[in-house]
């Protein structure tokens, strides 16, 4: 899944946003079979447009604490142990985080 994070702000004109507290994004750290997560706060939700689709077709995207850095203008910092991350999804921060996971593979026969 392409997250919505690594889509360039630059790409997208942000008509609103909105108070993001007690959400968090979700990554895969690479792993591949989703058993190591990693989790963002949310700064906010935007409301966006991309430059590049369709004029008025809107959507909302969560925007986590490193991509506002980032849009800042500080440097991106590098995912663990320089795995690329990739985009799960959003959560209540406490919430379980179960259903991002895959169960583990049966051993081959």
């Known amino acids: 899944?392409?997250?919505e994070l690594d889509k360039p702000m630059?790409?997208?004109r942000t008509l609103q946003i909105l108070d993001a507290s007690g959400w968090i994004a979700v990554y895969d750290v690479g792993s591949g079979d989703v058993r190591q997560?990693?989790?963002r706060p949310l700064v906010c939700w935007a409301l966006v447009e991309d430059a590049?689709?369709?004029p008025g077709q809107t959507r909302v995207v969560g925007i986590d604490a490193e991509q506002a850095a980032e849009n800042a203008?500080?440097?991106p910092e590098p995912p663990p142990a320089g795995r690329q991350l990739t985009f799960?999804?959003?959560a209540r921060d406490g919430d379980s985080?179960?259903?991002f996971h895959t169960p583990p593979r049966p051993p081959r026969a």
């Open 10 to 12: 630059s790409n997208r």
């Open 37 to 39: 997560l990693l989790t």
């Open 97 to 99: 985080l179960t259903r």
């Open 52 to 54: 590049d689709g369709p």
């Open 73 to 75: 203008g500080r440097p």
């Open 1 to 3: 899944m392409i997250s």
């Open 88 to 90: 799960l999804g959003y």
